[in-house]
């Protein structure tokens, strides 16, 4: 008989008590359990070997046997949810639970890792919130990013020292003369639907893209893209760029259909990547390996992440940006076989966490579109008030730290910029602080408030979604006085970190015009005699005086941290704090 028919006769018994003896004669247990004294002696046995109850039988007509019931149902329940969790029957276990989704999220973490199913490896992971479509052509969080980029590739990627590698692209070329960028595809290139990628339908999704609101201000001065030969497409811009590889190595540069440009939210997601998307809604999102995959096929088959919001997990076997999470910034590796003591420091293996500063940094915008803009030496005042040391002993006070390192900069790697204190001045009685939905900004701007308080201002806090924060920003609409915000470089780092500054609706509405034409300008002279392998250097002195002219405070890098209890094998952490999905393996 199977465990739920089985758990559905323990269930009868259970109104007997649990965890008691019981003294009871089997024509009752029969009677409990709607059924024939024979039956209910089998019944027992069972339920005896699966350990969920003793019985001590008494030799004799109506002798009183003894029964003990080991495990509540509820218990019971989740047992046998969790079982059929790891093995992909979700909604078997939904039903065991009748439906509780509060018990089925705590579940799916507490199951949360690498297993295999009918011989494929399956990963499945839980995160805060829901995924917005998967698709290149917006403005994405972090998280999203990351995803797409498993789900879509690029003409060419670049490494950690900005220096391009091949992906769909295996060769290319930059004229000085011409300005001219050439890249040649590998033959035999598809789509997740199967159609073929070519150079005629990247040079179509390209000649649209370069259309799109979003990609203007990147793309003014590329007149057209053109092929030749099949495989050959070539980048006509109208003055040097020689960091134009790099900045479409991006997320945003993905190759898909140009079809899916105008595709809604019902529709297929169609990417080039590792991964293809086999189902994505407001619950879940559900990858499976792309067999046809230009370079090597992830040794992953599956990945499901659950959306379940649940503040503290049990026994969670995932964890990023633990609140306390410091210390070096290498990454250690270890084997998930190989539990037990660490023979040089007695650390268990699966304490062991990877952990690294994030490339990115929380910071606070003066917003020079506010109706009431605060004054050059307000926002001079408000630097020395609004301290990372000072808001992080606010954050320690009202307990909502995260793992996080005071920022100086806007990138960790950048040189600290000090300024000396500034006088003390009359602030506004009102100010208003924006942020988006996202736990460290919030705890950040509540901690900014108490600060601004006690000092007689009063503080109201605007909580925007991502989306309606770039609208606003994007249509001069957003008026609050304060901006808490951040930045998160992508894998491609020298070129993100230039998109980050070249293309930020927020921060570059929040500076002003003037500001603004400053930057944009000197990010253009940047760009057209700069390597891209020499961006970070050439964008530090920028960032920097954004910082000097107080437009800008940064206040904390994320230190992202990856903990693995056992489920998985010598694992990275990527840029975006999440593990390096294709990459996981079993010995299983």
């Known amino acids: 008989m199977s465990d739920l028919n089985l758990l559905r006769y323990y269930s ?20 409990a359990l709607f059924t024939s004294p024979r039956h209910a002696r089998n019944l027992l046995g069972q339920m005896q070997q699966y350990d969920w109850l003793t019985w001590q039988p008494k030799v004799g007509r109506n002798q009183r046997s003894t029964l003990i019931l080991n495990t509540p149902i509820d218990q019971l329940r989740a047992q046998l949810a969790s079982k059929r969790i790891l093995e992909g029957k979700y909604e078997k276990a939904l039903s065991i639970l009748d439906n509780d989704q509060a018990i089925f999220g705590r579940l799916l973490q507490s199951t949360s890792g690498a297993s295999m199913r009918e011989g494929r490896l399956h990963i499945q992971l839980t995160y805060k919130r829901a995924f917005e479509r ?14 797409i980029r498993q789900i879509y590739c690029c003409l060419v990627s670049s490494n950690p020292n900005g220096y391009l590698e091949p992906q769909l692209a295996h060769h290319w070329h930059y004229n000085e003369q011409t300005f001219e960028w050439t890249f040649y595809l590998r033959p035999g290139l598809s789509f997740h639907n199967g159609e073929l990628i070519t150079a005629q339908c990247i040079a179509e999704l390209f000649n649209a893209l370069r259309k799109q609101p979003i990609y203007k201000p990147e793309l003014s001065h590329l007149k057209d893209v053109t092929t030749d030969l099949g495989t050959k497409v070539i980048f006509h811009l109208s003055q040097p760029d020689f960091g134009f590889g790099g900045l479409i190595s991006g997320v945003k540069y993905a190759i898909q259909p140009t079809s899916q440009l105008r595709s809604t939210t019902s ?10 998307v086999t189902e994505q809604s407001e619950t879940r999102l559900c990858l499976q390996a792309f067999d046809r995959y230009y370079a090597c096929r992830s040794l992953t088959d599956q990945v499901t992440i659950w959306h379940f919001d649940h503040s503290e997990p049990q026994n969670q076997q995932i964890e990023t940006n633990l609140p306390n999470a410091r210390g070096n910034d290498g990454c250690q590796y270890y084997l998930s076989q190989s539990g037990g003591d660490n023979n040089d420091s007695n650390i268990k293996r699966s304490d062991i966490k990877h952990t690294r500063i994030e490339d990115g940094c929380v910071f606070m915008l003066f917003n020079q579109h506010s109706p009431n803009a605060l004054t050059n030496q307000q926002r001079r005042y408000l630097s020395t008030v609004l301290t990372p040391d000072i808001i992080y002993q606010q954050l320690e006070q009202n307990g909502t730290t995260f793992g996080c390192e005071k920022a100086r900069n806007l990138l960790s790697i950048w040189q600290e910029v000090t300024r000396p204190p500034a006088e003390a001045t009359t602030l506004p009685e009102q100010i208003s602080i924006a942020v988006y939905d996202y736990n460290a900004l919030d705890h950040c701007a509540n901690a900014a408030k108490q600060i601004l308080e006690n000092q ?16 606003l920003s994007e249509t001069n609409q957003l008026t609050d006085h304060l901006i808490i915000t951040n930045i998160n470089l992508d894998d491609n780092r020298h070129a993100s970190a230039f998109g980050c500054l070249y293309h930020n609706p927020i921060l570059q509405n929040a500076i002003g015009e003037e500001a603004n034409h400053w930057l944009v300008t ?13 961006y970070l250097q050439a964008l530090e002195p920028i960032a920097s005086a954004l910082i000097n002219q107080y437009w800008l405070a940064p206040l904390f890098h994320h230190r992202q941290t990856l903990r693995f209890h056992d489920v998985l094998n010598d694992v990275a952490l990527t840029n975006w704090g999440w593990p390096d999905l294709r990459s996981v393996w079993s010995t299983d």
């Open 12 to 31: 009868r018994l259970v109104s007997l008590g649990v965890g008691k003896e019981i003294k009871i004669a089997l024509p009752d247990v029969a009677e």
């Open 134 to 147: 998967l698709v290149p052509h917006q403005l994405h969080r972090s998280s999203e990013r990351y995803f």
């Open 267 to 276: 529709e297929r997601i169609i990417g080039s990547g590792v991964f293809e």
């Open 456 to 471: 007689g201002v009063n503080v109201t806090i605007h909580h925007y979604s991502y989306r309606e924060l770039i609208k």
């Open 522 to 534: 000197s990010l253009q002279e940047m760009r057209s005699h700069t390597p891209l392998e020499d």
